[in-house]
């Protein structure tokens, strides 16, 4: 079947995904520059120290952090070791299991995503300032029913 032949509401959808996933590029190289510049962050480490400051009492096991951030449970300890190194995020066992780890934002990683936060903000209003308030609510609502609760 050529291109020409399939539904148009496949045709739209398709061309939905690939139009956020160049969109999704250049957000991430954008914040990546911008984050890095200004405070030696990468997006990824904000995503990360963003979710344990929303997190109850600020830490995440490691597991379900790599799920949040769409990684594996190595991918996440790889992530996390410079943020320990830097005194960004500490690394906490579970009283209870000493299988459990958890990360745990500390006060100096409040402060710089506190910081960044601010730079985050700036910057995607930036590359928002065109769109209509009424089509980003729409398209917040469309991304949260492909990404799921919470994300």
Do not use: W, Y
Request: one cysteine or more; glycine letters at 10%; proline letters at 4%.
């Amino acid at each position: 079947m050529s291109i020409d032949q399939a539904n148009p509401a496949e045709n739209a959808a398709l061309d939905f995904c690939l139009r956020l996933a160049r969109a999704h590029a250049t957000v991430i190289r954008r914040l990546d520059t911008v984050l890095g510049g200004h405070h030696g962050l990468s997006f990824g480490d904000f995503m990360l120290l963003q979710h344990l400051s929303k997190a109850p009492g600020g830490r995440l096991r490691r597991v379900d952090l790599a799920e949040r951030q769409g990684l594996t449970a190595s991918g996440v300890t790889r992530t996390l070791l410079p943020l320990e190194k830097t005194g960004l995020v500490a690394r906490l066992a579970d009283e209870r299991d000493a299988r459990v780890g958890f990360a745990a934002i500390t006060p100096a990683g409040h402060e710089l995503l506190d910081n960044a936060m601010l730079t985050a903000r700036e910057t995607c209003a930036e590359l928002l300032r065109h769109a209509p308030q009424d089509g980003l609510d729409a398209l917040t609502l469309v991304l949260g029913n492909i990404a799921g609760p919470g994300a």
